[in-house]
């Protein structure tokens, strides 16, 4: 059993037995990793206190590749986000987003360049003073290329023309032109369709100064919703987007 040392985010956690506490985290070098905190919630000691949802750790634990629950050893702080965690329209979000991971994200090999997006994001609504649906589209859009389902924006996929406006197939999952899909289902403006490029192209900055009307909003969210859950399909029912839909009405 070795002790490893690496930069994490958690997912979720609960208490277990009378003393512990199980953890779900995304660490920069091992991928998903679920672990015991055993006795954290001893006495009056900080360290259950490490093993909440959206904490920025160096976590250091023991690792035993035939277990699958690993042995929390100690942690630090990398960074707290104090707004995030006191404002309800950023938690939310924050937590709609590392159940995206949770969910979306199977097996145990590291993803470096996900886990610098999922730190990046979490950073960017910490510190936001406005557009923060924004920055959540922002992460699924990137998340979605990461995992290997990136968005053609671009040419309809049947004609190859130029997708200038477009419609949402929900039978393939993607955008088609409007002249190969007549009667089609969910329409996508070209206003829409450049938005959504800035958010698969561009920087986090780049999304926070879109300026968008309040009709921007429900197509670029529907289509990166439905997109999302054609795609990957363990996602279906993620239980904070639910409650932010509720919270954020
Ligand atoms: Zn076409």
């Known amino acids: 059993m070795a002790l490893e040392i690496t930069d994490t985010i958690i997912l979720k956690s609960f208490p277990y037995g009378e003393t512990s506490k199980i953890a779900r985290c995304y660490t920069r070098d091992f991928g998903k990793v679920s672990l015991i ?3 954290v919630r001893k006495g009056k000691t900080l360290r259950s206190g490490y093993l909440e949802p959206l904490n920025h750790l160096s976590l250091s634990f023991y690792k035993n590749p035939r277990r699958e629950l690993q042995i929390f050893s100690k942690a630090e702080f990398k960074n707290i986000l104090s707004a995030l965690k006191g404002d309800v329209k950023k938690i939310t979000y924050g937590f709609a987003i590392v159940e995206l991971v949770d969910k979306g994200v199977t097996g145990e090999e590291p993803h470096e360049e996900l886990f610098d997006l999922l730190v990046d994001t979490l950073n960017a609504i910490n510190s936001a003073t406005g557009n923060i649906n924004v920055i959540f589209w922002y992460f699924e859009m990137k998340f979605l290329s990461l995992l290997g389902f990136r968005p053609n924006l671009s040419t309809c996929p049947d004609c190859e023309g130029i997708l200038d406006g477009a ?10 032109c409007s002249n190969c899909l007549i009667n089609g289902e969910r329409k996508v403006s070209s206003r ?24 921007d909003r429900s197509e670029i969210g529907g289509f990166l919703d439905r997109y999302l859950r054609h795609h990957i399909d363990t996602i279906r029912n993620i239980k904070s987007l639910k409650i932010m839909e509720r919270v954020l009405a």
């Open 37 to 39: 905190g055993k006795g």
């Open 167 to 176: 419609v949402f197939s929900h039978e393939r999952g993607e955008l088609v």
């Open 192 to 215: 829409t369709i450049t938005f959504l490029k800035t958010l698969k192209h561009g920087s986090v900055i780049d999304a926070i100064n879109l300026k968008l009307k309040p009709g």
